[in-house]
């Protein structure tokens, strides 16, 4: 059963008087429970493909289905409600709330979802920042923390509402290669334990040792699967 099946996708960017053809006409089938590595160089259209995936960004062209829902139909609210209860995303620059700490940011989309006692929130943030390793700063705002931090705390909180997609954007980038290995672990983890489905954008050699499969992508275009 494919979680994610995309036909014709194309994205195209207005810039000035041009028009920037990001995805040219993408088709790709992810089945549940994969671990899926996208790669290819810089501008290839690897971030547009997750921002489209993961609700961030509208389609222009062609057809995106998502957990069964074909998510280029849907309204605001729908999408909002899709990227919170279905999809996690780690994004190359973070995306942290600056005025919360990191426990904080965590437990955020589990506030948003409104069904869990703020003990329960506590505990499975708590959790979540355990496993990836920065316990002793969960009480640091994201301005005190290091680029490293900074990532566990936005991969943590792309976890703890157990998704059922995954999206990760360089999630190794600003890792060490000890700590870039813990995350990885624990991500294949949840993979074979929740049937998660995982798709990196990545560079990172390591990132693509864990990957079930590997898609390349060059000028916007799938060139191989």
Do not use: W
């Not at 590595?37 to 993961?54: A, D, E, F, R, Y």
């Not at 989309?109 to 708590?126: I, Y």
């Not at 009480?139 to 999206?167: D, W």
């Amino acid at each position: 059963m494919n979680i994610i099946e995309i036909r014709n996708l194309k994205k195209d960017y207005p810039l000035g008087n041009t028009t920037v053809n990001a995805l040219r006409g993408v088709d790709l089938d992810i089945p549940k429970g994969e671990l899926m590595s996208i790669i290819g160089p810089s501008g290839s259209g690897k971030t547009t493909l997750l921002n489209v995936i993961g609700c961030i960004d509208g389609a222009s062209e062609g057809s995106v289905k998502v957990a069964g829902e074909e998510i280029t139909a849907l309204n605001d609210k729908q999408i909002t409600d899709i990227r919170l209860n279905k999809i996690g995303f780690i994004f190359q620059t973070f995306n942290l709330i600056p005025v919360l700490n990191a426990l904080e940011n965590v437990e955020f989309p589990l506030l948003l979802m409104k069904k869990f006692t703020k003990a329960e929130v506590r505990k499975k943030a708590e959790k979540l920042v355990d496993d990836v390793g920065i316990r002793e700063y969960g009480h640091h705002k994201p301005a005190e923390l290091s680029g490293g931090q900074r990532q566990r705390v936005a991969i943590a909180r792309a976890l703890v509402t157990n998704p059922h997609i995954v999206l990760a954007d360089e999630p190794t980038a600003n890792l060490d290669s000890v700590t870039g290995a813990s995350i990885l672990n624990l991500m294949k983890e949840m993979n074979e334990r929740e049937q998660t489905t995982f798709i990196f954008s990545t560079h990172d050699a390591n990132v693509l040792k864990y990957a079930h499969s590997v898609v390349k992508i060059r000028d916007g275009l799938i060139v191989k699967e």
